[in-house]
C-alpha cells in the first residue's frame, strides 16, 4: 500500500489521453472506494490537464448503490434517475451515449453493464484501453468483464 500504483495508473490515462484523441479507455477497480478513489484523482488534475472531463468521463456506478456513498466530487460524472419512491438511482446510459466518453470509470463487476448493452446491440467493445488497478485484488472473473470490452482489433489492457 501507498506505493504510487493508482497515481501510476491516472497518469497513465493522461498519456493516453494526450496520445490520440481516438483513445477511449475504461478505467475499472474491484471496489467502488478504488474506483472512485481513481475518478477523484483525475477531477483533481481537471484544471491543469483535463479542462473537459465533465463530458469526457463517466462515473459509472452499480444501479444499487446507494447515493450517499458517492463522493461529492464525482456526483457531475454519473447519471442518475428518480425511484418510484423518489429516491435518486444511479442509471445506465444508452449504448450510444456510453461510446461518446473517452474515459469510463467503474468497478469490474459493474463493467457488465456496458457487456450487456453491447450484446443487446450485437457489437463488439470499443475501447483502446482497459485498466484495472488492483487487479490482484479481483477475482479472474470480474477481471475478465472489462477485458472483454476491448476493441478487438486495437485494444490494450493494462493490469
Sequence with gaps: PGSGKSTLCIYIVLELLKLSPTNTLLL???????????????????KDFLPHLEREMLRLNAKGRSWDELPEELQPFTRTTKGEDGRTLFAVPPLENLKQFRVVVSTCVCAEHINKAVQRDGGSGWFSHIIVDEAGEATEPETLIPLSLADPNRGKSIL
Design 28 to 46: 475499472t477497480a474491484p471496489s467502488n472506494a478504488a474506483a472512485d478513489l481513481l475518478a477523484s484523482k483525475l477531477v483533481k488534475l481537471k
